[in-house]
């Protein structure tokens, strides 16, 4: 009887792939979407972006995303918004976690905002005067259309409102006092919620109530972060920035990449590091007069090289990068160097020997040895050349 065991006839087994949460970051950057816009605007680029979230969402009903907004000095989520509540069902009950998930980004209809106009095609003027907006569908009653799937429209309102709500809040004393945008911060955000998310669909124990931490568990959430990227990050933000990227290196988090404008060295250590995928259009499209890549190269990028997760680029071949620039920045300076002077305490990197020789991070005293002294040179010895044989005879007597 020690031989017949039906416990396993009682066990449930999934063999459905894990949820998948895609957390993107756009940098929304007003100085490098004002280069871009002869090519690319910012609202052909969130419509391209829309249609790659739906996509993600139409391959598993439990896929989950987050949109992020690196804007100049902050970052700020766009969805889930932050700017409303979800709004209570039409028949009196109480709204269920799917439905608090996909109706907690709708626009409150309290009271009308000022409506922004994004840079895009301008359709024909208003018969008022005022200059047409992007244009939108009725966030009224969003299931009056039949054509439109609810969640899909409920993200697409809620994305562009609280697009609207943060370019209105930016100040022009804002714009004219940096051109950089807060990507490590934005980071931040992206890792906090994918850890958050991760937590609330981590099965506990019914006894203890602690996390269970078995390493034969299924993997509740497959999660990943896209960066939208059309502007560099900051050399002042190297400290921040890196501590994202170890620790997205070590919840083994992908950090996909997709540059719009330029390289940044950082954002390529980025994806290097944590398995992720790097694409720049930059390169690939720089016949456009000012290298910025053309709209309609940006939704196939995004559905061929970043719809796949990371459990489904095991079966297939991503997108590889030539090179990596591994340089770092200083922390005296924050300035990008090939070659400085690193701590042997702290690793910390400078660009030049620190004033009396002390860690500027540590504290600890530096030993140059004879760091500026002119290196001795020593004249290498020449070898006579032997002649091989003599005319007149002479040379080595032979033996006996």
């Not at 031989?3 to 009682?10: K, L, M, Q, R």
């Not at 200059?131 to 993200?155: C, E, G, K």
């Not at 890792?191 to 078995?214: I, R």
């Not at 040895?369 to 005319?391: C, E, F, I, T, W």
């Amino acid at each position: 009887m020690d031989a017949v065991d039906g416990t396993e006839h009682y066990e449930k087994t999934s063999f459905e792939p894990p949820a998948s949460l895609l957390t993107i970051v756009l940098d929304t950057n007003p100085h490098a979407w004002a280069l871009l816009q002869p090519t690319l605007t910012l609202s052909q680029a969130v419509a391209n972006l829309l249609v790659f979230i739906n996509a993600h969402l139409a391959f598993n009903n439990a896929n989950k995303v987050a949109v992020i907004a690196s804007h100049i000095q902050r970052a700020e989520f766009l969805y889930p918004s932050p700017h409303s509540s979800p709004p209570a069902p039409s028949n009196g009950t109480p709204n269920t976690p799917h439905d608090a998930d996909t109706q907690m980004g709708d626009a409150p209809s309290s009271a009308p905002k000022p409506r922004l106009t994004l840079n895009g095609p301008r359709g024909p003027p208003s018969t008022n005067g005022s200059t047409p907006s992007l244009p939108r569908s009725n966030t009224a009653h969003p299931t009056d259309d039949a054509n439109i799937y609810r969640p899909f429209h409920q993200i697409s309102t809620a994305i562009f409102s609280s697009l609207d709500h943060l370019l209105v809040s930016t100040t022009t004393a804002s714009l004219s006092s940096t051109n950089t945008t807060a990507l490590a911060g934005a980071l931040t955000l992206a890792l906090t919620y994918t850890n958050k998310q991760t937590v609330l669909l981590t099965p506990t124990s019914s006894t203890t109530g602690a996390m269970t931490s078995s390493l034969n568990a299924p993997v509740p959430l497959a999660s990943r972060i896209l960066v939208l990227s059309v502007s560099a990050a900051s050399p002042a933000q190297y400290i921040p920035f890196m501590n994202t990227i170890f620790a997205a290196q070590r919840l083994q988090i992908p950090i996909d990449v997709l540059s719009l404008s330029g390289s940044s060295s950082f954002l390529q250590q980025a994806a290097d590091a944590t398995n992720g995928t790097y694409v720049s259009l930059d390169s690939r499209h720089g016949a456009s007069g000012n290298g910025a890549p053309p709209a309609h190269g940006l939704l196939p990028t995004l559905l061929l090289a970043f719809l796949p997760d990371a459990t489904s680029r095991t079966h297939l071949i991503s997108p590889t990068q030539a090179s990596v620039d591994f340089r770092a920045a200083c922390f005296c300076h924050r300035k990008v160097v090939d070659i400085g002077f690193v701590c042997s305490i702290c690793l910390s990197i400078f660009c030049e020997p620190p004033e009396g020789a002390v860690c500027l991070t540590c504290g600890t005293h530096l030993r140059l040895g004879s760091y500026g002294a002119r290196p001795a040179v020593v004249m290498r010895r020449k070898n006579k050349k032997k002649d091989k044989g003599r005319r007149d005879g002479r040379g080595t007597p032979a033996p006996g």
